[in-house]
């Protein structure tokens, strides 16, 4: 067994010191690299665990495109970060046999953006657009003929004598993610013929997630050490993986590689402030700010806010989802309250 410090803790001044949590659903820089995401990603769909429903409707999708020899429908895929969107693409283009094109609405805001991409195409592959919801309005317009006709609508010249060109598109696949599938415009969600979400991860699937990271990254975790790990990522197996090589790097360095078992996860996790059911130093704060400061609420979220020295719309997108969705916190007229799981957790966990 590792041996560790006893002193190792978490103090709540640590709360949102520095950006980034590492229970931040959002990629971080540090999910890049040699074994980032990338290197870890199921490309097939007998690798890509959990999300069954969804499976079974794509893969029946996709036998049936292949049997046709056409393109696959365009699909929608939304849900909270991190449960594979882009994964999910990539296996849909893998499965196709063909290419897949990753952008993000964000980078297509000048016309010629989105053209260069959509000319580009060859017959059948996939184009991802990643945050479709920011997509700009000039961007959404080209994108409707596109889809529905493939078609491309160029105007060419200005003024009086403009006139519109109209551009033979190849049978293509337009794969939208989105994690506010409700700020799409309703033409857009129209066009697109499979529209599914995703869910948070299971306990047993977040599980085969981690056993199978560690495989690639060549770890052999003692039975028990990837359930610790599994029920603090929140339901996500981007935080699954990056937790497991933050106790990767704790193993290497304070224990042991050949020996990573659920005491030294437990261990790894508290130096980073991960309790026992995935919250962090900023959502104790939250926890406790609301609890000891305005005894459970109901307090405004504005006040809340000021206490905390957070911005409001912060604190609502980024902290309290994860409270809400962990039964932690209730969201009423008067303002947030404290649930009683929330005030037992609390008492009850500390780092
Ligand atoms: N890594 C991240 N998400 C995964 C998934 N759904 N299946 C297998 N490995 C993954």
Redesign the pocket.
């Known amino acids: 067994m590792a041996i560790v410090s006893s002193s190792i803790g978490c103090s709540d001044s640590q709360h949102s010191r520095d950006n980034s949590r590492v229970v931040d659903a959002v990629s971080l820089p540090e999910d890049l690299g040699s074994h980032g995401?990338d290197g870890?990603?199921?490309k097939k769909w007998n690798?890509?665990?959990?999300?069954s429903a969804l499976k079974e409707v794509l893969s029946i999708a996709v036998e049936a495109s292949n049997a046709r020899e056409e393109a696959l429908d365009h699909v929608l895929l939304y849900g909270p970060p991190g449960l594979?969107k882009t994964?999910m693409a990539l296996v849909l283009a893998e499965e196709l046999g063909v290419k897949c094109r990753i952008t993000s609405a964000p980078a297509l805001e000048r016309p010629r953006d989105i053209v260069g991409l959509l000319i580009n195409l060859q017959p059948r592959e996939l184009l991802f657009i990643d945050e479709i919801h920011r997509l700009s309005r000039v961007a959404e317009e080209l994108l409707y003929p596109a889809m529905e006709d493939r078609r491309l609508d160029l105007t060419v010249g200005k003024g009086t004598i403009s006139r519109v060109r109209a551009i033979e598109l190849p049978p293509f696949t337009l794969v939208g993610a989105t994690t506010r599938a409700g700020a799409l415009s309703s033409p857009l969600r129209d066009r697109f013929g499979l529209v599914q979400r995703l869910d948070f991860?299971d306990l047993e699937?977040l599980k085969?997630?981690i056993d199978?990271?560690s495989n690639l990254l060549g770890l052999a975790l003692r039975p028990g050490a990837s359930y610790e790990i599994a029920r603090r990522c929140r339901g996500t197996?981007?935080i699954a993986?990056r937790l497991l090589k933050r106790v990767r790097d704790f193993a290497l360095v304070k224990g042991d590689l050949a020996c990573i078992d659920s005491s030294l996860v437990d261990q790894a996790l508290k130096l980073h402030c991960v309790d026992e059911k995935g919250l962090d130093a900023t959502d104790r704060k939250f926890l406790e700010v609301l609890i000891n400061v305005h005894g459970g609420g109901p307090v405004g979220l504005d006040t809340l806010a000021a206490a905390l020295g957070e911005d409001s719309a912060t604190l609502e997108s980024v902290v309290e989802p994860f409270l809400l969705q962990s039964g932690f916190l209730n969201r009423t007229q008067r303002g947030r309250v404290i649930t009683a799981a929330g005030r037992l957790h609390f008492q009850e966990k500390g780092f």
């Open positions: 995401e870890l990603r199921p690798d890509y665990i959990g999300q594979g994964t991860y699937s085969a997630i199978r990271t197996p981007r993986n």
